[in-house]
DNA sequence: GTCTATAGAGGGATAGAC
DNA sequence: GTCTATCCCTCTATAGAC
């Protein structure tokens, strides 16, 4: 029954987040999603081949759920408003504890580091997708590359997620930081003319390896991800 | 005997490097340690407080290798410099990932969380004090807090090593796009004069609830620390 | 301090009834 | 598809010999 499927992938989100991925066992997961134990294996063959596949699903269903907001963002500020929004909510349903687990999990297991790759992918697109939007025309498009920085958010978010579950005062600290960088990039783009211009020679001058970005070859498309 | 506690200090991180906190059990430590496993309970009572324990050497040790090195740092360009050196080489030693894995499982114990939080407070403080010292006299100085950016920084870090576990050329990009956000800082710091001066007319005009921010107690002191 | 042996709980996974 | 029962393994922790 699809139902029983639908409730051990949720019962597996909900134990990840409740007590870590070295508490997820068939049993605890039974347990969450009030199935019997041996379903897991029926279902999925067994408990790592289950935790895969709830990392991608939540993954897929958290980014379907914001991807319109993240179109929908018109600057810096906004998108890393639209990110502690994300963040906070995020926080209490337990999806991005759930990525931070798979992740822990996946340093030493071949098949969840693909799950946790591609779920993370998901969100790196959604941020790549924005940035790259938003730096258009921006002086900072000259020295910022959209795939590298979605990726440095993406693990930084990580990151905090991790931090706030050991000193949220330190990982509110931590977004707030996070906040006056973005402030900085918001002036540098408010220069006006004059300053503009200095700062594009700046660039050329000091930094003559530099050139416009768009030809890494390192942006990610919606073909890399669909790979399963 | 003295030895012996070492040995089990250092089998616990050789454990939680190569077999994650959900592998890291006493029979696993007492393999890596080649002692019997036995004297976990001995010396440390439970594995619980054996792992907090080398969590909390671990990065005490790394950290005061590293503490002249970050003292000698002079531009937020050796700073990132000294962080991608540690980062390639703690990697591994597996000194970060053992923090990452001590991290994941203290979402859900919290002696485990007084331990991580210890640990990172080590690495903030490192950085904090560099970044503030790098800071005084830039007109950044006017919009970044010291305490926040170096939390932030860990975080990322640590986000950035778990991210590097699945996807080793994605974590790289994510590491050049913070070296162009140094960039970045660099060259506002280098405006010149004229240019300096609109830069801090800029930041009083659009974000005037700014202050200094020498004011704010959220700073990190060595007595905050050693309490334990 | 170090060892062996073991109790007792919990884990993954399967067989077979329904 | 779902359930019970079970096998066999690993786990933490301790008792007791040395």
């Given amino acids: 029954m699809i139902e029983t499927r639908r409730k051990l992938i949720d019962g597996t989100i909900a134990t990840l987040r409740d007590k870590g991925i070295a508490g997820t ?3 605890a997961i039974a347990a ?8 897991v294996f029926y279902h999925f ?18 980014v379907e759920f914001y991807r319109s907001r993240f179109s929908q963002v018109s600057s810096l500020r906004e998108l890393l408003a639209l990110g502690q929004e994300l963040h906070a909510q995020e926080r209490e349903a337990g999806n991005v504890t759930v990525l931070a687990q798979v992740l822990a999990g996946a340093q030493q297991d071949a098949n969840l580091a693909d799950a946790a790759r591609h779920a993370l992918l998901l969100w790196v697109a959604e941020i790549e997708t924005a940035l790259a939007r938003l730096l258009v025309g921006s ?8 795939a590298g920085l979605a990726r440095a958010v993406t693990a930084a978010f990580i990151g905090i997620e991790l931090y706030e579950g050991v ?13 006056q960088l973005t402030l900085l990039t918001e002036i540098v783009e408010d220069l006006g003319t004059v300053g503009r211009r200095a700062f594009l020679s700046r660039i050329r001058r000091t930094h003559p390896a530099l050139r416009p970005l768009h030809d890494s070859g390192s942006s990610t498309t919606r073909s890399e991800i669909e790979s399963d």
Same sequence: chains 1, 2.
């Avoid at 000193?167 to 906040?179: C, K, P, R, V």
């Fill in 32 to 39: 969450a999603a009030e199935v019997n134990q041996a379903l």
């Fill in 25 to 27: 066992s068939a049993r």
């Fill in 45 to 62: 063959g067994s408990v790592d081949a289950l935790i895969d596949q709830a990392c991608r699903e939540g993954a897929a269903e958290r």
């Fill in 167 to 179: 000193d949220s005062a330190g990982a509110q600290n931590a977004l707030s930081a996070l906040e």
């Fill in 139 to 146: 002086p900072i498009a000259e020295l910022a590359d959209p």
